[in-house]
């Protein structure tokens, strides 16, 4: 299979409590564990860069859906929260809820464009059997 995109990323400093910078420079970011984790939240986190990530993502997969489909998804929106929490172990797990709102939208046929478009999805296909991944859809 030849790649359509290679993204590189580089985590520099003390992991969590670091830097990352992109080989492009588009994303150059200090890193801070969060305050509820202990940390001081005076960056970003893995969490949210997830959350962003997939939830830019599932939103172009559901665009794409829709326009095969010829279903007009105007104003659409996802919105993504990833949540890490202790596996149990000594490790730890992260879980994520996407909410699809497609204004306008039936309920039926926006939840099928929801369902189809978590099948194409990269990060979909990447976390499906692996996380816990939740989308909600709603019209407003």
Do not use: W
Request: negative net charge.
């Amino acid at each position: 299979m030849t790649a359509l995109y290679t993204a590189e990323a580089l985590s520099t400093g003390d992991g969590r409590n670091g830097h990352v910078r992109s080989s492009d420079g588009r994303v150059d970011l200090d890193l801070a564990i969060p305050q509820s984790m202990g940390g001081s939240g005076n960056g970003s986190n893995p969490e949210q860069l997830f959350a962003a990530g997939y939830s830019a993502c599932f939103h172009s997969a559901l665009q794409a859906v829709a326009r095969q489909q010829k279903v007009s998804i105007a104003d659409s929106s996802v919105g993504g929260r990833v949540e890490i929490s202790s596996n149990g172990e000594g490790g730890f797990q992260l879980a994520v809820l996407l909410e699809v709102v497609l204004p306008g939208v039936e309920h039926d046929v926006a939840q099928a464009l929801a369902d189809a478009a978590h099948q194409v999805c990269p990060y979909s296909n990447a976390t499906r059997g692996n996380i816990d991944v939740t989308i909600t859809v709603s019209e407003d």
